[in-house]
């Protein structure tokens, strides 16, 4: 009983999961990992951009121009997430096409690699 109450009280102490070797996620790839890091770049860069025109607006001198900077600004993120979507696949379809194409370099690159290994190795 004790060897019972020891172990339910390691699994919990320990914070255990619940992971299978097949439930496990897919890597992700090289090109998804660009596009996610660009994604949090733009959106980091439009969140800044907007609290910048906003500050303007809100000051004399932007009150004095009236310009409606958040109204283009606006316009520019559709315009911006609208040509995310048409060359989303276009991209893909580059670096795709990149990667068949320079897959004997990285090849020859890992051959040149373990043979330096090979070399250095006592």
Known sequence: MKAVVLAVALVFLTGSQAWHVWQQDEPQSQWDKVKDFANVYVDAV???GR???SQFESSSLGQQLNLNLLENWDTLGSTVSQLQERLGPL???FWDN???ETDWV???MNKDLEEV???VQP
């Open 46 to 48: 439009k969140d800044s």
């Open 51 to 53: 609290d910048y025109v």
């Open 91 to 93: 991209t893909r379809d």
């Open 98 to 100: 990149l990667e068949k």
């Open 106 to 108: 990285r090849q020859e």
């Open 117 to 119: 290994k090979q070399k």
